[in-house]
Protein backbone atom coordinates (compact mmCIF):
# COMPACT_ATOMS: atom_id res chain seq x y z
CA UNK A 1 0.00 0.00 0.00
CA UNK A 2 1.18 3.50 -0.88
CA UNK A 3 2.00 5.24 2.62
CA UNK A 4 0.96 8.91 1.27
CA UNK A 5 2.29 10.72 4.59
CA UNK A 6 5.65 8.72 5.07
CA UNK A 7 7.01 9.22 1.81
CA UNK A 8 9.61 11.93 1.00
CA UNK A 9 8.71 13.87 -1.74
CA UNK A 10 11.09 14.91 -3.57
CA UNK A 11 11.73 18.57 -4.84
CA UNK A 12 10.36 18.73 -8.43
CA UNK A 13 13.09 20.01 -10.36
CA UNK A 14 13.14 21.04 -14.29
CA UNK A 15 14.54 17.94 -16.22
CA UNK A 16 15.12 15.87 -13.21
CA UNK A 17 17.20 12.82 -14.00
CA UNK A 18 15.66 9.57 -12.76
CA UNK A 19 17.85 6.18 -12.13
CA UNK A 20 16.04 3.19 -13.20
CA UNK A 21 18.80 0.82 -11.33
CA UNK A 22 19.07 2.71 -7.97
CA UNK A 23 15.69 2.26 -8.09
CA UNK A 24 16.47 -1.30 -8.35
CA UNK A 25 13.51 -2.43 -11.28
CA UNK A 26 15.20 -5.43 -11.79
CA UNK A 27 13.49 -6.78 -8.59
CA UNK A 28 9.93 -5.10 -8.77
CA UNK A 29 6.74 -5.38 -10.30
CA UNK A 30 6.03 -2.34 -12.26
CA UNK A 31 3.33 -0.95 -13.80
CA UNK A 32 3.21 2.11 -16.79
CA UNK A 33 -0.30 3.60 -17.00
CA UNK A 34 -1.87 6.39 -19.41
CA UNK A 35 -4.24 9.00 -18.80
CA UNK A 36 -8.41 9.14 -20.06
CA UNK A 37 -8.85 9.63 -23.78
CA UNK A 38 -4.97 8.48 -24.67
CA UNK A 39 -3.84 10.54 -27.50
CA UNK A 40 -0.42 9.76 -29.35
CA UNK A 41 2.05 10.90 -26.79
CA UNK A 42 0.21 9.25 -24.26
CA UNK A 43 0.53 5.80 -25.93
CA UNK A 44 3.57 6.15 -27.75
CA UNK A 45 5.24 6.86 -24.03
CA UNK A 46 3.67 4.28 -21.88
CA UNK A 47 4.59 1.47 -24.98
CA UNK A 48 7.82 3.15 -25.02
CA UNK A 49 8.76 2.68 -21.44
CA UNK A 50 7.23 -0.58 -21.25
CA UNK A 51 8.94 -2.24 -24.15
CA UNK A 52 12.41 -0.53 -22.68
CA UNK A 53 11.70 -2.05 -18.98
CA UNK A 54 10.33 -5.04 -19.95
CA UNK A 55 13.69 -7.31 -19.85
CA UNK A 56 15.07 -5.45 -16.94
CA UNK A 57 12.13 -6.15 -14.53
CA UNK A 58 10.25 -9.00 -12.26
CA UNK A 59 7.03 -7.78 -14.46
CA UNK A 60 5.11 -4.54 -16.24
CA UNK A 61 1.74 -3.97 -16.54
CA UNK A 62 1.26 -1.27 -19.43
CA UNK A 63 -2.58 -0.20 -18.49
CA UNK A 64 -4.78 2.14 -21.01
CA UNK A 65 -7.46 3.71 -19.51
CA UNK A 66 -9.97 4.04 -22.04
CA UNK A 67 -10.19 2.57 -25.50
CA UNK A 68 -7.24 2.62 -28.07
CA UNK A 69 -8.22 5.43 -30.93
CA UNK A 70 -8.08 3.17 -33.92
CA UNK A 71 -5.63 5.75 -35.27
CA UNK A 72 -2.89 4.43 -32.90
CA UNK A 73 -3.71 1.01 -32.95
CA UNK A 74 -0.66 0.43 -35.27
CA UNK A 75 1.46 1.57 -32.70
CA UNK A 76 3.99 -1.46 -31.96
CA UNK A 77 2.69 -4.20 -29.08
CA UNK A 78 -0.18 -1.73 -28.50
CA UNK A 79 -2.66 -5.20 -28.14
CA UNK A 80 -0.70 -6.19 -24.88
CA UNK A 81 -1.74 -2.87 -22.80
CA UNK A 82 -5.02 -3.52 -20.89
CA UNK A 83 -7.60 -2.01 -19.16
CA UNK A 84 -7.68 -1.87 -15.43
CA UNK A 85 -10.55 -2.75 -13.07
CA UNK A 86 -11.26 -1.25 -9.95
CA UNK A 87 -11.70 -4.88 -8.26
CA UNK A 88 -8.47 -5.99 -9.39
CA UNK A 89 -6.09 -6.98 -6.23
CA UNK A 90 -2.50 -6.40 -7.56
CA UNK A 91 -0.18 -4.69 -5.98
CA UNK A 92 2.86 -2.84 -7.44
CA UNK A 93 6.14 -1.65 -6.47
CA UNK A 94 6.36 1.29 -8.99
CA UNK A 95 3.69 3.07 -10.83
CA UNK A 96 4.53 4.99 -13.75
CA UNK A 97 2.57 7.66 -14.71
CA UNK A 98 3.15 9.00 -17.85
CA UNK A 99 2.13 12.57 -19.40
CA UNK A 100 -0.79 13.15 -16.57
CA UNK A 101 -1.02 16.60 -14.87
CA UNK A 102 -3.60 15.67 -12.48
CA UNK A 103 -4.35 11.97 -10.79
CA UNK A 104 -7.65 12.94 -11.64
CA UNK A 105 -7.17 12.49 -15.34
CA UNK A 106 -6.22 8.54 -14.70
CA UNK A 107 -9.88 7.58 -14.98
CA UNK A 108 -10.25 4.09 -13.21
CA UNK A 109 -6.50 3.74 -13.63
CA UNK A 110 -6.52 6.00 -10.23
CA UNK A 111 -6.92 3.18 -8.55
CA UNK A 112 -3.60 1.67 -9.07
CA UNK A 113 -1.80 4.87 -6.86
CA UNK A 114 -3.24 2.98 -4.28
CA UNK A 115 -2.07 0.09 -4.92
CA UNK A 116 1.65 0.60 -5.34
CA UNK A 117 4.01 1.42 -3.34
CA UNK A 118 5.91 4.33 -5.11
CA UNK A 119 5.13 6.20 -7.75
CA UNK A 120 6.54 7.91 -10.39
CA UNK A 121 4.88 11.29 -12.43
CA UNK A 122 7.08 12.09 -15.68
CA UNK A 123 5.10 14.69 -17.57
CA UNK A 124 5.65 17.75 -19.55
CA UNK A 125 2.25 19.91 -18.51
CA UNK A 126 2.85 23.28 -17.39
CA UNK A 127 -0.19 22.49 -15.23
CA UNK A 128 1.19 19.41 -13.63
CA UNK A 129 0.42 19.02 -9.56
CA UNK A 130 3.47 16.65 -8.76
CA UNK A 131 1.05 14.19 -7.09
CA UNK A 132 3.99 11.49 -7.78
CA UNK A 133 6.70 10.67 -4.87
CA UNK A 134 9.16 11.38 -7.64
CA UNK A 135 8.41 14.09 -10.26
CA UNK A 136 10.22 14.75 -13.21
CA UNK A 137 8.12 17.19 -15.06
CA UNK A 138 9.68 19.20 -17.88
CA UNK A 139 7.56 21.80 -19.60
CA UNK A 140 9.79 22.50 -22.04
CA UNK A 141 9.86 19.62 -23.38
CA UNK A 142 7.79 18.98 -26.68
CA UNK A 143 6.01 15.47 -25.16
CA UNK A 144 6.61 13.14 -22.66
CA UNK A 145 8.06 11.24 -25.97
CA UNK A 146 10.58 13.80 -25.96
CA UNK A 147 11.24 12.99 -21.46
CA UNK A 148 11.22 8.93 -22.18
CA UNK A 149 13.74 9.26 -24.82
CA UNK A 150 16.37 11.20 -22.55
CA UNK A 151 15.13 8.73 -19.66
CA UNK A 152 16.55 5.30 -21.66
CA UNK A 153 19.77 7.17 -22.94
CA UNK A 154 20.53 8.22 -19.70
CA UNK A 155 19.88 4.85 -18.27
CA UNK A 156 21.93 3.34 -21.34
CA UNK A 157 18.54 1.32 -22.18
CA UNK A 158 18.01 0.30 -25.91
CA UNK A 159 15.98 1.68 -28.13
CA UNK A 160 14.43 -1.09 -30.38
CA UNK A 161 13.03 -0.19 -33.86
CA UNK A 162 9.50 -0.26 -31.67
CA UNK A 163 10.23 1.38 -28.80
CA UNK A 164 11.56 4.29 -31.43
CA UNK A 165 8.57 4.19 -33.44
CA UNK A 166 6.56 4.79 -30.23
CA UNK A 167 8.48 7.99 -29.50
CA UNK A 168 8.18 9.39 -32.77
CA UNK A 169 4.62 8.87 -32.84
CA UNK A 170 4.62 10.82 -29.39
CA UNK A 171 6.34 13.84 -30.79
CA UNK A 172 4.31 13.88 -33.46
CA UNK A 173 0.92 13.83 -32.27
CA UNK A 174 2.00 16.73 -29.47
CA UNK A 175 4.25 18.92 -31.67
CA UNK A 176 1.87 18.72 -34.22
CA UNK A 177 3.84 17.42 -36.81
CA UNK A 178 6.62 20.14 -35.53
CA UNK A 179 4.19 22.45 -36.20
CA UNK A 180 3.65 23.91 -32.77
CA UNK A 181 6.41 26.15 -31.36
CA UNK A 182 6.62 23.21 -28.15
CA UNK A 183 9.39 21.86 -31.20
CA UNK A 184 12.73 22.88 -30.36
CA UNK A 185 16.09 22.29 -31.26
CA UNK A 186 16.17 19.18 -28.97
CA UNK A 187 12.76 17.91 -30.48
CA UNK A 188 14.36 17.63 -34.06
CA UNK A 189 17.52 16.15 -32.48
CA UNK A 190 15.91 13.16 -30.94
CA UNK A 191 13.06 12.74 -33.95
CA UNK A 192 16.43 12.65 -35.90
CA UNK A 193 18.22 10.03 -33.49
CA UNK A 194 15.18 8.12 -33.58
CA UNK A 195 15.15 7.87 -37.35
CA UNK A 196 18.68 6.29 -36.40
CA UNK A 197 17.27 3.54 -34.31
CA UNK A 198 14.77 3.01 -37.08
CA UNK A 199 11.46 4.41 -36.25
CA UNK A 200 8.86 3.95 -38.83
CA UNK A 201 8.35 7.60 -39.22
CA UNK A 202 6.03 6.83 -43.00
CA UNK A 203 4.08 4.47 -41.06
CA UNK A 204 3.48 7.26 -38.51
CA UNK A 205 2.69 9.98 -41.13
CA UNK A 206 0.18 7.58 -42.98
CA UNK A 207 -1.99 6.74 -39.77
CA UNK A 208 -1.99 10.30 -38.11
CA UNK A 209 -2.56 12.19 -41.15
CA UNK A 210 -3.46 10.11 -44.25
CA UNK A 211 -5.71 7.15 -43.66
CA UNK A 212 -8.91 9.56 -42.08
CA UNK A 213 -12.02 7.97 -42.68
CA UNK A 214 -14.55 9.55 -45.56
CA UNK A 215 -17.01 10.24 -42.77
CA UNK A 216 -14.24 12.00 -41.06
CA UNK A 217 -13.42 14.15 -43.78
CA UNK A 218 -16.74 15.15 -44.86
CA UNK A 219 -17.50 16.09 -41.19
CA UNK A 220 -14.37 18.44 -41.72
CA UNK A 221 -15.77 19.79 -44.19
CA UNK A 222 -19.01 20.58 -42.34
CA UNK A 223 -17.04 22.04 -39.70
CA UNK A 224 -15.91 24.33 -41.71
CA UNK A 225 -18.59 25.51 -42.84
CA UNK A 226 -20.62 25.47 -39.69
CA UNK A 227 -18.52 27.38 -37.01
CA UNK A 228 -19.61 30.29 -35.54
CA UNK A 229 -16.97 33.07 -34.75
CA UNK A 230 -16.80 35.07 -31.56
CA UNK A 231 -15.15 38.09 -29.94
CA UNK A 232 -14.76 40.46 -33.10
CA UNK A 233 -13.51 37.12 -34.72
CA UNK A 234 -10.79 36.51 -32.99
CA UNK A 235 -12.34 33.14 -31.64
CA UNK A 236 -13.90 29.92 -33.15
CA UNK A 237 -16.53 27.71 -31.34
CA UNK A 238 -17.68 24.74 -32.85
CA UNK A 239 -20.03 22.32 -30.60
CA UNK A 240 -20.01 18.93 -31.55
CA UNK A 241 -23.34 16.72 -30.20
CA UNK A 242 -24.03 13.53 -29.93
CA UNK A 243 -26.52 14.02 -32.58
CA UNK A 244 -24.26 15.38 -34.91
CA UNK A 245 -21.54 12.13 -34.08
CA UNK A 246 -24.23 9.93 -35.44
CA UNK A 247 -25.39 11.95 -38.20
CA UNK A 248 -22.08 11.85 -39.65
CA UNK A 249 -21.39 8.28 -38.73
CA UNK A 250 -18.13 9.46 -36.41
CA UNK A 251 -16.70 8.91 -33.24
CA UNK A 252 -15.19 11.17 -31.67
CA UNK A 253 -11.31 10.11 -31.77
CA UNK A 254 -11.99 10.33 -35.30
CA UNK A 255 -12.42 13.65 -35.32
CA UNK A 256 -9.99 15.34 -32.70
CA UNK A 257 -8.48 17.71 -35.53
CA UNK A 258 -11.50 19.85 -35.47
CA UNK A 259 -9.80 22.21 -32.64
CA UNK A 260 -7.06 22.70 -35.25
CA UNK A 261 -8.64 23.25 -38.29
CA UNK A 262 -10.53 25.95 -36.86
CA UNK A 263 -7.58 27.40 -35.14
CA UNK A 264 -5.62 27.62 -38.05
CA UNK A 265 -8.05 29.79 -39.94
CA UNK A 266 -6.64 33.64 -40.79
CA UNK A 267 -7.69 35.61 -38.01
CA UNK A 268 -8.88 33.25 -35.39
CA UNK A 269 -6.37 33.38 -32.10
CA UNK A 270 -8.54 31.04 -30.42
CA UNK A 271 -10.28 27.87 -31.13
CA UNK A 272 -12.95 26.01 -28.65
CA UNK A 273 -14.18 22.69 -29.16
CA UNK A 274 -17.48 21.69 -27.30
CA UNK A 275 -18.19 17.97 -27.07
CA UNK A 276 -21.77 16.61 -25.56
CA UNK A 277 -20.82 13.97 -23.44
CA UNK A 278 -24.29 13.41 -22.02
CA UNK A 279 -26.84 15.76 -20.75
CA UNK A 280 -24.84 17.03 -17.98
CA UNK A 281 -21.77 16.65 -18.83
CA UNK A 282 -19.45 18.29 -21.80
CA UNK A 283 -15.88 18.21 -22.47
CA UNK A 284 -14.12 21.36 -24.03
CA UNK A 285 -10.79 21.56 -25.44
CA UNK A 286 -8.68 25.32 -26.17
CA UNK A 287 -6.25 25.60 -28.76
CA UNK A 288 -4.56 29.01 -29.20
CA UNK A 289 -1.96 29.72 -31.77
CA UNK A 290 -1.16 33.47 -30.22
CA UNK A 291 0.11 34.31 -26.83
CA UNK A 292 -3.32 33.78 -25.34
CA UNK A 293 -2.75 31.29 -22.33
CA UNK A 294 -5.69 29.00 -22.76
CA UNK A 295 -4.11 26.58 -19.86
CA UNK A 296 -5.16 29.65 -17.68
CA UNK A 297 -8.53 29.16 -19.05
CA UNK A 298 -9.17 25.80 -19.05
CA UNK A 299 -8.04 26.06 -15.02
CA UNK A 300 -11.36 28.88 -14.62
CA UNK A 301 -13.39 25.54 -15.62
CA UNK A 302 -11.14 23.00 -13.59
CA UNK A 303 -9.19 21.87 -16.32
CA UNK A 304 -5.46 22.47 -17.78
CA UNK A 305 -3.30 21.47 -20.21
CA UNK A 306 -0.42 23.76 -21.68
CA UNK A 307 -0.58 27.28 -22.91
CA UNK A 308 -1.51 26.47 -26.47
CA UNK A 309 -3.45 23.47 -26.11
CA UNK A 310 -5.73 22.60 -22.97
CA UNK A 311 -9.04 21.13 -22.10
CA UNK A 312 -11.83 20.82 -19.21
CA UNK A 313 -14.71 19.26 -18.22
CA UNK A 314 -17.77 21.41 -17.45
CA UNK A 315 -20.44 19.66 -16.10
CA UNK A 316 -23.42 21.44 -17.49
CA UNK A 317 -25.45 20.98 -20.49
CA UNK A 318 -23.35 21.60 -23.90
CA UNK A 319 -25.60 24.67 -24.74
CA UNK A 320 -25.16 25.76 -21.15
CA UNK A 321 -21.14 24.73 -21.67
CA UNK A 322 -21.14 26.88 -24.29
CA UNK A 323 -22.63 30.10 -22.77
CA UNK A 324 -20.21 30.01 -20.11
CA UNK A 325 -17.12 29.64 -22.14
CA UNK A 326 -18.13 32.55 -24.37
CA UNK A 327 -18.52 34.75 -21.10
CA UNK A 328 -15.01 34.03 -20.16
CA UNK A 329 -13.58 34.60 -23.39
CA UNK A 330 -15.37 37.58 -23.53
CA UNK A 331 -13.70 38.91 -20.26
CA UNK A 332 -10.11 37.11 -20.90
CA UNK A 333 -9.80 38.56 -24.49
CA UNK A 334 -10.65 42.08 -23.59
CA UNK A 335 -7.91 41.88 -21.00
MN1 LIG B 1 1.84 14.98 -24.01
Known amino acids: MRKKTAMKREIVMKNLKINLWDLDITNKKLAVISHVNPDADSLGSIMALGLALQKNCQSITICVCDHIPNALSFLPFINTATNYHLTESTQYDICFVLDCADEKRLGESQGILDKSHQIINIDHH ?73 AQSQLVSYHLYQNKSLGSAKFQGYVLSQFESLCGGKVAIFSITLELLQKFNVSIDDIDYVSSIIRDIEGIEVAVVLKEVDSEVTKVSFRSKCDFDVNQLAQKFGGGGHIKASGATIFHEIEQAKKMVQKQLEIEIRR
Do not use: M, W
Request: glycine share 8%; net charge negative.
Open 126 to 198: VSNGFFGDINSVNPHASSTSEIIYELLIDNNITITPDIATCLYAGIVGDTGNFLYDNTSAQTHYIAGRLKEYD
